[in-house]
């Protein structure tokens, strides 16, 4: 295989779970604007009054304001919603030492999910020198523009000094994430299976294999909860660190040496309760196991391959609990269950430090969430795996929405109790509260689709299979694991595509030739008996079915040949329906409709319907609408809030449309339907509760409404059409509500990843319930 052309998995060593190809990463980080990250603005620039205020002459005041005391650089600048996540480059993934400029990539991405997953906002700093005198003044001098310090992939032991000088010499959190995240989502694991097998973490015997960054954050880590320290041992290259040892120390080691007659790895694991691996696959054996104390915790977290998988072990020990560093197997040690939310925590006490009791509080907390019972949008991701508490659900899932209510109030808390929050907060719970409204829940129960589609894949036609970015996405689901894409179309143009893009076609694609299928006899004839007393021959049929892509998929999903079917890209959405139609009904009493899902980066996402079908609804019509868009809602995360929309806000001003909104309203009230619904309203009443409640305190929507049921095909295509282009929002679908096939869609401009996340949408809806 042409170096190239070998997936970023490959490259890293890691070929069981490779699913994205080079080609792709690179895309992804040089398409549109380079790069992961931009800045936006959070006050308007739209006039010179604007401008005067927001720079000079208005910019003294708060200048002049934060000279007299440093402390309001939190009110009146980004302070204390910023971090800098800062790199030399000296321990960049698995891929060892690639400088600074080399680490940008992993940086803004480290960025990114602060922002994604706790609303803080970051910057990458790369800073090119090795030498820690240096790197350790870079930092330092720049302290007053951040509220915290993420260190990133700076190699050992370089990393503890580096840490250490700068928790001295700054008054702001700092954090090396690879060793402190590591540690502290393992500790919530081992807390976890300690109590299902009984045991007191205080006695547990506890061998750690490595002595870098991560093994040496782990040993303090679970000495500070508790275990007692001559019950932890580490090991390293060179075998068991033990007191007296000479050979290959240093100061980092020898804190943690213990008096011990096991030399070997071997003899450390010998009765060992719990092992932690941050080494290299293949350390322990399955002897090794066998030899461990019964019912033994092993977390083998080397990437990308664990020290022993998880089927090895239950091999040699089916007693055993087990925990890794990767998503294909349970109880995933995943460092972003930590990082964002400590730090969201630490930032909204304005915490001097990240000490040991928040760290502590962290692990304790995403312990006790585990054992919760888990979101049904989280819940839906487990096909194949447990999502419940037991030996194969010791850690919460990273897409768990309520990680951002429960670990950042509980590592305030500690911060608070230690004298280290300089704003406490009064009311924890309140804090919980905004929390959980900060962050968009729909990104979270999308990328749990996402998992549930790996876990469980489905076989998706692409209707328009010579499309070049048909095919494009077509490798895109392959790749990511979401099942088998089947492209209709003549193989040699799909080829001589292929070749033309210098991609490789994955193993895995299918190509059909409508024309020159063995299943187009039987679907025909499968067609004419359903549409022979609606004026078709068989000859029209047969016709159909060689010559229309979307009459064949459809015949594919209907007779089971295929799960489900995504299409658009070359007609129109009416003319590929009509397609669709002949093959595929509603379901039966169901109305058919479009939902768009809106994705705005300040509002969050709402969900407009109808977007698709009906030119001018009648009352029944919107009340089912308002129904199925709701529990759409509910399967994306949100908690439905229904606004009717309208011109005219409960009558005012008059006219003849909102009647039948009325009329829908009442339908519901009648049905006693489970959700917040009201209408008719105009849409900055149903998106501005302040609004609402200066005039028209009746309303019975408590927040932003997050489902807009339009009045009419007309105001639902101007507004889908019109926002995006004229703000950052982003939009899926529509997507088709109410057909008994899961079938899907596209627009005609939609582009490939947008093709990808419908085709996604198209296999969930045809796991079994």
């Not at 992961?36 to 927001?54: G, V």
């Not at 169901?590 to 609804?617: C, K, N, Q, W, Y």
């Not at 009717?644 to 005012?652: A, E, P, V």
Request: proline fraction near 5%.
């Amino acid at each position: 295989m042409d170096d190239a052309r070998k997936t970023t998995a490959e490259a890293m060593g890691d070929t069981r779970t490779a699913r994205i190809t080079a080609e792709e990463a690179l895309a992804l980080h040089s398409e549109g604007r380079p790069g992961k990250l931009e800045i936006r603005l959070t006050k308007p620039l739209t006039t010179a009054r604007d401008l005067s205020l927001a720079y000079s002459p208005g910019v003294a005041e708060p200048c002049l304001h934060i000279h007299r005391d440093p402390s309001l650089a939190y009110d009146y600048t980004s302070k204390g919603n910023f971090v800098a996540v800062i790199s030399n480059g000296t321990a960049v993934l698995g891929l060892g030492n690639l400088g600074a400029l080399a680490s940008k990539p992993v940086m803004e991405g480290k960025a990114a999910l602060f922002k994604r997953f706790a609303d803080v906002d970051s910057i990458d700093l790369c800073v090119g020198t090795e030498d820690v005198d240096e790197f350790v003044n870079a930092v330092r001098f720049l302290g007053p523009s951040f509220g915290g310090i993420n260190l990133e992939d700076i190699k050992a032991p370089e990393c503890f000094v580096i840490e250490q000088r700068l928790r001295e010499l700054m008054d702001i959190p700092v954090f090396h994430d690879d060793q402190h995240g590591t540690a502290i989502v393992a500790a919530a694991g081992l807390i976890n299976a300690c109590h299902l097998t009984g045991r007191d973490l205080r006695e547990v015997k506890l061998v750690i294999n490595g002595a870098g960054a991560a093994a040496v954050a782990c040993a303090e880590l679970v000495k500070a909860m508790g275990l007692r320290p001559q019950n932890v041992i580490l090991a390293d290259t060179k075998g068991v660190i033990w007191r007296g040892r000479t050979t290959g120390m240093n100061q980092w080691k020898s804190a943690h040496a213990v008096e011990t007659t096991a030399r070997t790895l071997a003899e450390a694991l010998d009765g060992a309760d719990c092992f932690m691996g941050l080494s290299v696959k293949g350390a322990v054996t399955q002897e090794m196991v066998r030899a461990m104390a019964p019912s033994p915790v092993i977390f083998a977290m080397a990437n990308p391959d664990p020290e022993i998988t998880p089927d090895e072990a239950r091999a040699a020990r089916p007693d055993c609990i087990i925990a890794t560093g990767r998503s294909d197997y349970p109880n995933q040690v995943n460092n972003v269950l930590g990082f964002p939310f400590i730090f969201r925590g630490a930032l909204d006490v304005r915490a001097s430090t990240i000490n040991d009791q928040m760290k502590v509080a962290a692990a304790e907390a995403l312990a006790m969430l585990a054992r919760e019972d888990v979101p049904e949008e989280v819940a839906g991701a487990g096909a194949g795996k447990s999502l419940r508490f037991g030996p194969e659900y010791i850690i919460p899932n990273a897409f768990d929405p309520r990680l951002i209510s429960r670990i950042p109030p509980a590592v305030a808390k500690a911060a608070m109790d230690s004298g280290v929050a300089r704003r406490p907060i009064t009311d924890l719970g309140r804090y919980a509260r905004e929390l959980t409204n900060r962050l968009d829940a729909t990104a979270g129960a999308m990328e749990a689709i996402a998992e549930r589609v790996q876990a469980s894949p489905r076989r998706v036609v692409f209707a328009e299979g010579e499309e070049e970015k048909v095919i494009r996405a077509a490798i895109a689901f392959r790749q990511a694991g979401y099942g088998t894409p089947v492209l209709v179309g003549r193989e040699d143009r799909v080829h001589a595509t292929v070749a033309s893009l210098g991609i490789p076609l994955p193993h895995g694609i299918e190509i059909l030739n409508a024309r020159l299928s063995d299943r187009n006899r039987a679907y025909a004839e499968w067609l004419y008996a359903r549409k022979q007393r609606e004026g078709f021959l068989l000859r029209d049929c047969i016709r159909l079915v060689n010559q229309d892509r979307n009459v064949f998929g459809a015949c594919m999903v209907a007779m089971g040949d295929a799960d489900a079917m995504v299409t658009g890209v070359t007609r129109s959405f009416a003319a590929a329906l009509e397609g669709v139609r002949l093959a595929i009904d509603p379901e039966p009493d169901a109305v058919l409709f479009g939902l768009t899902i809106m994705l705005a980066r300040r509002s969050g996402t709402v969900l407009v319907a109808d977007t698709a079908i009906h030119e001018r609804p009648d009352a029944a019509t919107l009340a089912e609408i308002a129904i199925r868009a709701a529990a759409a809602a509910r399967r994306l995360g949100q908690e439905p809030r229904v606004a009717f929309l309208s011109f005219s806000t409960f009558g005012d001003p008059k006219g003849s449309i909102p009647g039948s909104i009325r009329d829908a309203v009442k339908l519901l009230d009648q049905r006693g339907v489970d959700f917040e619904y009201d209408g008719e309203m105009a849409a900055d009443v149903a998106l501005d509760p302040a609004l609402r409640a200066q005039l028209y305190r009746f309303c019975r929507i408590t927040g932003p409404a997050n489902v807009l049921v339009m009045p009419g095909l007309h105001t639902a295509h101007i507004l889908t059409k019109a926002v995006p282009r004229l703000t950052s929002a982003q939009t899926i679908g529509p997507l088709l509500i109410g057909l008994s096939a899961p079938v899907q869609i596209v627009g005609m401009e939609a582009g490939v990843n947008q093709i990808l996340d419908i085709a996604c949408l198209a296999a969930h809806a045809a796991i079994p319930k």
